[in-house]
């Protein structure tokens, strides 16, 4: 008779396809066992690892004692692996009202004398105060279609130093505790005629970050690694990705 696999609340079923009396029910840890309908397998997550079961495997019973098995055991050993992935978190910054040009390594900021911070409000995606994760993905969009800079953008746990726009970048001791590394994007790009902006992507992100104590907020710092000539009031905007801890 065959089997069938099914996610019900909190609980992996698997049972005869003419039965409503499961054969087995099993309460799932967050994060530990992913049902994928699409790809017809159910894949277990453990100690950094995962191992796919194809639905089409589990039509006897002796293979479902050994899912059972299996799956005991791995619940009994797991480990938490991430898993928790919240709403992108978005800051848009405007630079100033000139078109003065960049030289390599120039901050990217609000202002020539009172830049404002640029702030990552991680309680968006969820996370609680001194909580950990990983940034997993990053987006940059400006809305100027003719500049190819690459950008990298600083991360910090508390508030550095803001760096005046158009000066360079400075890379300072005092804050090695407060760093948290940074992310380099590709060179800017457009599209097709008609295109207004510009954007890159970083899409194999796997950035580890544990913010400070009461803290939900990571600060950022822009810096272009290439000299271009900005638009008045150019605009450019960020998105983190991040899977929760």
Known sequence: MAKTLSLVGNILRIEDSLSSIPDFEFPLNSGLVILDKEAAQVRFVFENREVAINVADISTYDTIAKVKTQLLLWKANAVQVGGKMGEPVEVTITRPADTTAYSANDAISSSTSAPV??????????LEAGGSGYLVKARLISNKSDITPRIRVHLYKSAPSQVNDN???????ANR??????????ALATAGAGSDATHSLVADLRLPFKLASGETRLWAIIQTLDAFTPSSGQQFFLS??????
Do not use: E, M, T, V
């Open 240 to 245: 983190l990705l991040i899977d929760r801890n």
């Open 167 to 173: 000066s360079a970048f400075p890379l300072l001791w």
């Open 177 to 186: 505790a407060n760093r948290i590394g940074y992310i380099d994007f590709p």
């Open 117 to 126: 911070a640029i702030i990552f409000d991680l309680a968006i995606a969820g």
